[in-house]
């Protein structure tokens, strides 16, 4: 599929990405909001997300997100990018209920395909690398890869996980040869960190706990120490990866409390362990190599049932 054919005779667009927006997905709101409005000025595009971290300031076109719940006509076209299940779409679901035409562009393998379009890669690093497929590169500008190559960066983990590919390079090559300052986005969007967020990384870091035999290591962070440390979960971002870096893991869990009895849990993997499945059983999703889900219960009765489905992919492998 090209997006130019799905935009003819469109007149309103809305697009649209997962709550608790990251890299990818607000990467793919802005590069295909950067690629209508350059190539198809007749269209008015509106992005609406959740607010994103700050540190995505650095794309152009980050002032242009807005947040659901403001009065709009129905749109001609609402197009979801980088979220798995409607319900993920937030308070801009409104929106896509009312649309004209939906599309779903995503790279989600947990993505059953909610949309009258359906666009699932679940092969490809990111879903800024599926649009960029969808893309005429010679109409993809300097703004509209900058925001391209963010996605699959962050996606990637800077292009060192296990979903880049070979095609995944080149993409970005592509992208790099629009004359993007990539060195300046990924030093802002990826490897910066506050104050606050090196403390609570390090405090989920001093306070973890190998399990599994050593193949796994789990940690949390309770509601009363976020307003400790005056954070919040976007701070978050990036203690699940550093986790998953400990010699001899290939599974990390990081959780942390969002309400009495309830904890969101970032689940990753490095070879074996199909992270996905293990989230899906709870009602979550994700990708092979990373997931995640909310569930409800105490701190321990999470991880042993969690701990139970990664035991049972380890032992399997291990008959292997």
Known sequence: MQFDKELQDVRTV?????????????????????????????????????????????????DAIRQAGEEKDAYDLFVAVDCAVCDRLGDA????????RTICVDHHVSNEGYAELNVIDADASSTCEVLCRMMDPDKISRETAAALYT???????????????????????????????????LEETFYKRTYRQNQILGKALLESMRILDGRGVVSVVRRKELAFFGVTPIDLDGIVSQLRMTE??????????????????????????????????FGGGGHVRA??????????????????????????????
């Open 151 to 185: 996605g699959i960066a962050h996606d990637t983990g800077v292009f060192q996980y296990g979903c880049t590919s070979p095609d995944t390079m080149r993409m970005a090559a592509m992208l790099m040869e629009k004359g993007i300052a990539y060195s300046h986005i």
């Open 14 to 62: 809305a697009i649209a990405g997962h709550v608790r927006p990251d890299g990818d997905s607000v990467g793919a709101c802005i590069g295909l909001w950067h690629y209508i409005r350059d190539n198809f000025p007749q269209i008015q595009a509106d992005i609406w997300l959740e607010k994103p971290d700050e540190k995505f300031a650095v794309l152009a076109g980050f």
């Open 291 to 320: 997931a995640g889900v909310t569930m409800k219960g105490t701190f321990h009765d999470i991880v042993n049932n969690l701990t139970l489905h990664i035991d049972h992919q380890l032992t399997e492998q291990d008959k292997q």
């Open 248 to 281: 001899g893991v290939e599974v990390a869990i990081f959780l942390y409390e969002t309400d009495n009895l309830e904890y969101k849990v970032s689940l990753r993997s490095k070879a074996v362990v199909d992270v996905s499945e293990v989230a899906s059983y």
């Open 93 to 100: 679901v409104s929106y896509f209920d009312c649309a004209g």
